[in-house]
Nanobody, 123 residues
Framework: QVRVVESGGGTVQLGESLRLSCAASGTGSIFNIYTMDWYRQAPGKQRELVATITGGISTKYADSVKGRFTISRDNAKKMVYLRMNSLKPEDTAVYYC???????????????WGQGTQVTVSS
C-alpha cells in the first residue's frame, strides 16, 4: 500500500524559511514516475494545489507562491521536499503531500494523501 508522510511543519516568523518533507513508501520501483504534489488548506478555505513535480522533474506552482517556494524530489530516497522561503502569514495552513499519476498524460496510479503538517507564520 502506498503511503506518504509529511514532516517539517512548525511556527516561524514572517520572512523566514521552512522545508517540508514527504516520505513515500509502498511505491515499489516506480516512485520515479509518480507525480508528487503539495497542497494546503487554511481554516475556512478550500484546499489548494501549491506545487507539483512530475516524474520528468517538470514543476508547477500556484501564483501565490511562485518565486518563494521550490518543490524537489530525491527518487533514490523516495522523498519530496517543499522549500518555503519568504513566508507570509497567508501561507499559514495545513500542508498535505499527495502522490498520484500524471493525469494530464492519462496515467492513473491512484491518489494517496498524507495526514498533513501544520505551518504557522507569525507576523
Amino acid at each position: 500500500q502506498v503511503r506518504v508522510v509529511e514532516s517539517g511543519g512548525g511556527t516561524v516568523q514572517l520572512g523566514e524559511s521552512l522545508r517540508l518533507s514527504c516520505a513515500a513508501s509502498g511505491t515499489g520501483s516506480i516512485f520515479n514516475i509518480y507525480t508528487m504534489d503539495w497542497y494546503r488548506q487554511a481554516p475556512g478555505k478550500q484546499r489548494e494545489l501549491v506545487a507539483t513535480i512530475t516524474g520528468g522533474i517538470s514543476t508547477k506552482y500556484a501564483d501565490s507562491v511562485k518565486g518563494r517556494f521550490t518543490i524537489s524530489r530525491d527518487n533514490a530516497k523516495k522523498m519530496v521536499y517543499l522549500r518555503m522561503n519568504s513566508l507570509k502569514p497567508e501561507d499559514t495552513a495545513v500542508y498535505y503531500c499527495h502522490a498520484g499519476g500524471d493525469k494530464s498524460k492519462g496515467l492513473d496510479l491512484g491518489d494517496y494523501w498524507g495526514q498533513g503538517t501544520q505551518v504557522t507564520v507569525s507576523s
